[in-house]
């Protein structure tokens, strides 16, 4: 079922207002990654199989400790095959597209704790009402 037109304006306004608010929020919930390591996903692949190889070693020798070794070499393969890549690290914020990045800068004020800033942050979304 198709959203009626004040639906969809109500809508567009709810996002502005979330990459207004809280573009830091949006930027680590969003699920936009960069560009994909095939470097590390490949190197990641190949630990894997190396892992694969120490647990079965470790089966077929019937140390223990080799085999737990090469789960824990599985594990790391793993890890670094679906870890992001760079573009995904630096914390750049992915922007939509058509409309301006909605990056603002953070203001931290040294005396205020972090109770301080969010009851100030409270306050302004409810307009100042006590």
């Given at each position: 079922?198709?959203l009626?037109?004040?639906e969809?304006?109500?809508?567009?306004?709810?996002?502005?207002?979330l990459y207004?608010?809280?573009?830091?929020?949006v930027a680590t919930?969003?699920?936009?990654?960069?560009k994909?390591?095939?470097?590390?996903?490949?190197?990641?692949?190949?630990?894997?199989?190396l892992?694969?190889?120490a647990l079965?070693?470790?089966?077929i020798?019937?140390?223990?400790?080799i085999g737990v070794?090469?789960?824990?070499?599985?594990?790391a393969?793993?890890?670094?095959?679906?870890?992001?890549g760079?573009?995904?690290?630096t914390?750049?914020?992915?922007?939509?597209?058509?409309?301006?990045?909605p990056?603002?800068?953070?203001t931290?004020?040294?005396?205020?704790d972090?109770?301080?800033r969010?009851?100030?942050?409270w306050e302004?979304?409810?307009?100042?009402q006590?």
């Amino acid at each position: 079922m198709p959203l009626s037109e004040q639906e969809q304006r109500l809508l567009e306004e709810m996002e502005r207002s979330l990459y207004h608010n809280d573009a830091d929020f949006v930027a680590t919930v969003s699920g936009r990654r960069g560009k994909p390591n095939y470097t590390s996903l490949v190197v990641g692949v190949l630990v894997f199989v190396l892992g694969i190889a120490a647990l079965a070693t470790g089966v077929i020798v019937k140390m223990p400790l080799i085999g737990v070794l090469g789960f824990a070499i599985m594990l790391a393969g793993v890890l670094l095959a679906v870890s992001p890549g760079k573009a995904g690290r630096t914390g750049a914020t992915p922007s939509t597209p058509g409309r301006a990045s909605p990056i603002r800068p953070r203001t931290t004020s040294s005396g205020g704790d972090f109770m301080t800033r969010l009851n100030d942050r409270w306050e302004k979304r409810q307009g100042g009402q006590d």
